[in-house]
DNA sequence: GTCTTGACGTTTA
DNA sequence: CTAAACGCCAAGA
């Protein structure tokens, strides 16, 4: 609930997506309790590369574009992990987005009932 | 303390 | 349908 933690909590919530799944920026936001701090949780992503085990490349916008893409060491490599985890990209786009979608405040819902 | 900047999202023209 | 503007909130200067 720290407000400083604001950065933690989405590398926390990143963390926990899985491989061949992918969210969106608002979704981390929702679910870390600020809904219009979208923009934030990209920002986090930003300084993301200076954290360990973080694949920015799993969180797109709400289009399934890859928008940060030219933030990584190189403008491919966002593209090139998604497909290894197969998910299809065209043209900086997601292939069914929707199909891929990983929604934190769903699947944690469930982790968090199956350990209650 | 103010002002600028964004890997976004929604609303209007 | 696409394009532009606005709102939003946290960090850095």
Redesign the pocket.
């Known amino acids: 609930m720290d ?2 933690h ?2 933690d909590w989405v590398f926390q919530v990143v963390r926990q997506i899985p491989p061949g799944r992918v969210t ?4 981390i ?1 929702k679910y870390i309790g ?1 809904p ?8 986090a ?5 200076l954290e360990k085990d973080i694949p ?2 799993r ?5 399934g ?8 060491e190189t403008p491919e490599t ?1 593209e090139r992990r998604l497909k290894e985890e197969g998910v299809l990209v065209e043209k900086d786009q997601i292939v069914d987005f929707q199909k891929h979608f990983w929604d934190p405040s769903l699947e944690l819902e469930e982790q968090l009932d199956d350990v209650l």
């Not at 969106?24 to 979704?27: D, I």
């Not at 992503?45 to 590369?49: E, G, K, Q, V």
């Not at 969180?59 to 289009?63: E, F, I, M, Q, S």
């Open positions: 407000k400083g604001f950065f969106s920026y608002g979704a936001a600020s219009r701090s979208s923009r934030m949780v990209g920002y992503m930003n300084a993301s590369h920015a490349h969180v797109v916008n709400r289009k574009v890859l928008t940060g893409k030219l933030n990584f966002m």
